[in-house]
């Protein structure tokens, strides 16, 4: 990609520069090649910017899963919502994010960064949660979104 921008660099350069010190206006070939030097350039600037925005998105999504699978957690560890919601001697159960919005463990405006949805109107989604051992494992399934990323 270097190699492409710099040869483009230097028959700007030539063509333009350097010429332009015996003449008073530019060809059409001079005005063509500085169009698709800007072009190419403005392609690369898109896509890396949209790169960045992306992966800020997948950061955002991973800090939003952490969140509510760490308060799905906390609501199965306390003893009183365990027998509620998730009975002791199960294998897993399912936890809604109205259960964790009921209790104060997450906020009613907290949104899916890869939906924009409230997870308050999210009744799709649920966080499983699996006893492998007598360690808890919890894991956000989430219906919702159709990103390949999410489903990893």
């Not at 690369?44 to 799905?72: I, M, T």
Request: hydrophobic residues 35%; proline residues 1%; aromatic residues 10%.
């Amino acid at each position: 990609m270097f190699k492409t921008n710099d040869f483009l660099l230097e028959i700007w350069y030539t063509l333009i520069v350097i010429d332009m010190k015996n003449r008073n206006g530019f060809t059409l070939i001079e005005l063509l090649v500085t169009i698709a030097l800007i072009a190419t350039l403005s392609i690369v600037v898109g896509v890396s910017v949209n790169n960045l925005l992306e992966d800020q998105n997948h950061k955002d999504y991973d800090a939003f899963k952490k969140d509510v699978e760490d308060a799905a957690c906390v609501f199965v560890q306390s003893e009183s919502r365990t027998s509620e919601t998730c009975p002791k001697g199960g294998d897993s159960c399912h936890i809604m994010f109205s259960d964790l919005i009921k209790y104060g463990l997450i906020r009613k405006t907290m949104q899916n960064p890869m939906t924009d949805e409230a997870v308050i109107d999210d009744t799709e989604s649920y966080i499983d949660v699996t006893y492998i051992n007598g360690e808890k494992y919890c894991k956000l399934v989430d219906n919702k979104c159709t990103d390949e990323y999410c489903q990893e």
